[in-house]
Nanobody
Framework: QVQLVESGGGLVQAGGSLRLSCAASGRTFSNYAMGWFRQAPGKEREFVATITWNGVTYYTYQADSVKGRFTISRDNAKNTVYLQMNSLKPEDTAVYYC????????????????WGQGTQVTVSS
């Protein structure tokens, strides 16, 4: 199993930017499709973005709620996946988690049985 540690969260004003990082260790990182999820207080965890790599090309996909504002990327040499978040809104406030993902019927899900500690993002209005 891959161990994952998220970082980079914080408090930012609406319209601001943050870059989240997720450092992976363990098995070969590049073999995994990686994704970001978030969970706001009182709400279910939701998919944010994913990035896959077929050895030649990266493919990314974002939820409609963040499309055009958030960009997911990865550096396989550093075993790290990033989430660049621009034009942040108060509704982006949540704990953000990264994990290895798999797609099933158009839905992305965590392939592991647990989640990391996440990183808190708070956007003030």
């Amino acid at each position: 199993q891959v161990q994952l540690v998220e970082s980079g969260g914080g408090l930012v004003q609406a319209g601001g930017s943050l870059r989240l990082s997720c450092a992976a260790s363990g098995r070969t990182f590049s073999n995994y499709a990686m994704g970001w999820f978030r969970q706001a207080p009182g709400k279910e965890r939701e998919f944010v973005a994913t990035i896959t790599w077929n050895g030649v090309t990266y493919y990314t996909y974002q939820a409609d709620s963040v499309k055009g504002r958030f960009t997911i990327s990865r550096d396989n040499a550093k075993n790290t996946v990033y989430l660049q978040m621009n034009s942040l809104k108060p509704e982006d406030t949540a704990v953000y988690y990264c994990t290895a993902v798999a797609e099933n019927g158009g839905n992305w899900s965590n392939i592991f049985s647990s989640w990391g500690q996440g990183t808190q993002v708070t956007v003030s209005s």
